[in-house]
């Protein structure tokens, strides 16, 4: 790979301008850009009456949003604009955390009719979407619910740049934080290894390194510094491989039972803490973990379903280190099988009385992981990636794998489609992201420069 010099970020142009669409983000490939990847086009073919753009990033040492609002505010209100014509929406609201004061009088000088900037506090995990609503409009989206039930849409910062923008989505900003020389926020072409992103934030301080794709609270591990970045990959944290975030992630299911049976007393940290449960939600971690030992009924299943995977029960609540959060996602299948869902009044939830009181501060969660020692920034800054040949996944999004348009040997430029949706799946098109001639695996199209 040759890599160019660093210099100031300057913000894409976008492209003709074809009036919003849910149509129209399909044929640009949009999807959540805030990691679950779902298309845009499913989530706006509805009509609601408040947009809230989701700017609360709240992953420790992540600064890809603040740094976008910065640097790219334009498309961004751009796309939130299209975004509220496209369900009818009369309001919009940017949820963002309230210590970044100039960002918000920024965006309250810009913001156009009818959106608002909502200051947050600084807690975790601000930036899950039945939180953000919550904070923002006082409504509680029920279980297993979407924000369109409490007539809002959340849509994520960069996934309105790039509505705004209007042109395929071939490149992706991230944050490489942790131990590397130089963090930093990148916009990077989608299919590059996170090997080159990493090189390009001075490599890491370290030997021996684990990674975390998406953040520390809520990642997945890297198998190794090939894996291609996606649309969805929102930051990419280094880390010693022997500090304990890594071996946390890294921990075998059958360690982190037998540990769990053996150690948990029961003592209800991890639940008084939990966030959808003090949002009044029916889940409960203290309640799973009796499932490694002797309880596997119906109210042990259900307690299970409605964790989102926030980790806070697992890396910050629990005394004894144990893993709640893993063994919520293992009861999830058996809930489901046992088709208990929720089946109260969605109206008779209320928020538990303490919650305001038992908000985790950002500054307090980072102590409690052991990443007080990083350098706690992420600047955007232009970076020339010219990558030799990038990856780019068939499927970077939810739903199924897209089905690819072109073969082996076919020459194409940057923007030009590779895959489409099958016909009646949920999934998303994918777009070359560097010209070059093409090869089709099985999972991915290669593009040699
Ligand atoms: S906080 Fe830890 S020890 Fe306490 S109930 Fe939850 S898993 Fe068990
Ligand atoms: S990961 Fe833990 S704290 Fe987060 S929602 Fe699930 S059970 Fe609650």
Redesign the pocket.
């Known amino acids: 790979m040759t890599n160019q010099a660093k210099s100031p970020h300057t913000a894409p142009t976008g492209g003709h301008f074809k009036g919003p669409s849910a149509d129209r983000l399909e044929e640009l490939g949009i999807v959540g850009a805030g990691g679950g990847g779902f298309p845009a086009a499913v989530k706006f073919r509805t009509s609601v009456s408040l947009v809230i753009a989701n700017a609360a990033e709240c992953e420790p040492l992540l600064h890809k949003d603040k740094e976008l609002l910065h640097h790219v505010a334009g498309p961004f209100l751009r796309g939130l604009t299209m975004a509220m014509e496209m369900v009818g929406a009369r309001e919009g609201a940017i949820g963002i955390k309230e210590k970044y004061v100039d960002i918000i009088a920024a965006l309250e000088s810009l913001a156009p009719a009818g959106v608002r900037v909502v200051p947050l506090p600084d807690v975790y995990p601000a930036g899950d979407e039945f939180i953000l609503v919550h904070l923002i409009t006082g409504r509680v989206i029920p279980p297993g619910g979407l924000p369109k039930d409490v007539d809002a849409v959340v849509a994520n910062v960069e996934t309105l740049i790039n509505i705004g923008l209007d042109v395929p989505v071939t490149h992706k900003y991230l944050t490489v934080a942790g131990a590397v020389q130089n963090p930093v926020t990148l916009r990077v072409p989608v299919g590059i290894t996170i090997g080159e992103v990493i090189e390009a934030a001075g490599g890491a301080t370290v030997d021996d390194i684990g990674v975390l794709l998406g953040g520390v609270m809520m990642a997945k591990p890297a198998a190794n510094l090939d894996v291609p970045v996606s649309k969805t990959t929102g930051g990419i944290v280094v880390l010693p491989a022997s500090h304990s975030l890594i071996q946390r992630h890294n921990a075998p299911w059958i360690q982190v039972q037998r540990i769990g049976r053996s150690a948990c007393d029961q003592c209800r940290f991890?639940t008084e803490?939990?966030?959808?449960?003090l949002l009044g939600h029916p889940?409960q971690?203290h309640r799973?973990m009796q499932s490694l030992g002797f309880a596997t009924g119906a109210d042990v299943a259900v307690a299970?379903l409605y964790?989102?995977?926030?980790?806070?029960?697992?890396m910050y609540?629990c005394p004894e280190d144990l893993d709640?959060?893993t063994v919520?996602v293992q009861n999830k299948p058996l809930a489901r099988e046992r088709g208990l869902t929720f089946k109260g009044d969605p109206a008779s939830i209320t928020p538990h009385p303490m919650a305001e009181f038992r908000r985790v501060p950002m500054r307090r969660l980072i102590a409690r992981l052991g990443l007080g020692e990083f350098n706690n920034v992420g600047p955007l800054t232009e970076y020339a990636f010219a990558p030799r040949s990038v990856k780019v996944l068939l499927k970077q999004h939810a739903g199924v794998p897209a089905a690819p348009v072109v073969k082996c040997g076919d020459r194409v430029r940057t923007g030009d489609l590779l895959a489409i949706p099958p016909e009646g799946k949920l999934s998303a098109r994918v777009h070359a992201s560097i010209d070059g001639v093409v090869k089709v695996t099985g999972d991915a199209v290669i593009i040699e420069a």
């Not at 964790?307 to 697992?314: D, G, I, V």
């Open positions: 991890c803490f939990c966030p959808r449960f889940i971690p799973a299970t964790c989102c995977e926030c980790n806070l029960c697992t609540a709640p959060k919520c």
